[in-house]
Nanobody, 125 residues
């Protein structure tokens, strides 16, 4: 069973940066595909960034060029570096994992098997 715990959220002014972390516990972590999603109040959950075990990545158009997803397999940690933050990035951010391709899941709008509890990001103008 894979467990995911996010951290690193907080409040920041527009133009600032945050780095989210997601610590995974469980077996075969390096073979899991990982991703970040977010949900703002009153809105549907939105896929933000995906990282497959072979290194393939995908990003939502709204964050391309500003967010970077990466993984430290040695420490079982997934990261989301968020730069040039905008007020519209305000949301609760969730880490997810699946043995299936995360880039494919996000492209098809499917739901990954494993989720963390989320961490709140608030960007003020």
């Amino acid at each position: 069973h894979l467990q995911l715990v996010e951290s690193g959220g907080g409040s920041v002014q527009a133009g600032g940066s945050l780095r989210l972390s997601c610590v995974a516990s469980g077996i075969y972590y390096s073979r899991y595909c990982m991703g970040w999603s977010r949900q703002a109040p009153g809105k549907e959950r939105e896929a933000v960034a995906a990282l497959d075990w072979d290194g393939a990545t995908s990003y939502a158009e709204s964050v391309k060029g500003r967010f970077t997803i990466s993984k430290d397999n040695g420490k079982n940690i997934l990261y989301l570096q968020m730069d040039h933050l905008k007020p519209e990035d305000t949301a609760k951010y969730f880490c997810s994992a699946d043995i299936r391709s995360m880039t494919a899941l996000y492209a098809m709008g499917d739901t990954p098997d494993y989720w963390g509890q989320g961490t709140q990001v608030t960007v003020s103008s």
